[in-house]
């Protein structure tokens, strides 16, 4: 069964700085892929971004990026130019096996913005 | 609608009652999962439903938990006689096809208290 490590519980960030969440995995499948999903208050899961195990370049979606280091099994999301509405709980997941898509997720990171 | 509708967003029940959470999926996704949010941690996986038919029901606690997705479309969880520890947000979410690679879409879920 893979496993997903979150080890920041919260996160402060100064408004337009960029800010790193830690992700770290323990998979014994050779193919896998990680997702970064945002909570807000709201309590929706907002889908940020994916990358696969096999993907030559780390992923970007906007001001989202993915540092993968399979070396070190991990995926950490960096958020650039930090803004007051990026303010959530951040979930790192991955597939728990087989060819569906369950997940199973990290115990997340709360990212506060400081004006 | 666009995105994954929950109903109700909050529930309160009395311990020992029957309940019902509604999922209604985005239109022509195939896959259709569910998962329990406990205070403080991340989702946790409860069954997956590919069409009309539960193709991993190995997240559900216990015998007490139940969904069906009758059409293919709409999925209802039962929860019978609930107990205080079965309070936590339960989520939906439906991707287009199953996958380990898929982005799967959130609802904003139902929270549940049982009192």
């Known amino acids: 069964a893979q496993k997903i490590t979150q080890t920041q519980p919260g996160m402060f960030v100064q408004e337009k700085e960029a800010v790193t969440l830690d992700c770290t995995y323990d998979?014994?499948?050779?193919?896998?892929?990680l997702f970064w999903y945002k909570q807000p208050s709201s309590g929706e899961m907002i889908f940020l971004i994916y990358q696969g195990s096999y993907d030559q370049q780390n992923a970007t979606e906007g001001r989202y990026s993915l540092n993968f280091q399979k070396a070190r099994k991990s995926a950490n999301l960096v958020i650039s130019a930090s803004q007051l509405g990026d303010s959530a709980m951040y979930f790192c997941a991955g597939p728990t096996g087989g060819s569906q898509g369950n997940l199973i997720f990290g115990k997340g990171t709360k990212l506060s913005v400081k004006p | 609608g666009a995105g994954v509708s929950q109903t109700p967003s909050n529930k309160v029940t009395e311990k020992g009652k029957y309940v019902e959470l509604r999922c209604d999926p985005i239109s022509g996704h195939t896959a259709l999962y569910w998962y329990r949010q406990s205070l403080g941690q991340g989702p946790e996986f409860l069954i997956y439903f590919q069409g009309t038919g539960a193709a991993d029901d190995s997240g559900l606690p216990n015998d007490r938990f139940f969904a069906v997705r009758p059409e293919g479309s709409v999925s209802t969880l039962k929860i019978q006689r609930t107990e205080r520890g079965d309070s936590a947000v339960y989520l939906c979410a439906s991707s287009l096809t199953p996958g380990r690679n898929t982005e799967a879409f959130f609802g904003q879920g139902t929270r549940l208290t049982v009192v």
């Open positions: 998979t014994s499948d050779p193919s896998y892929g």
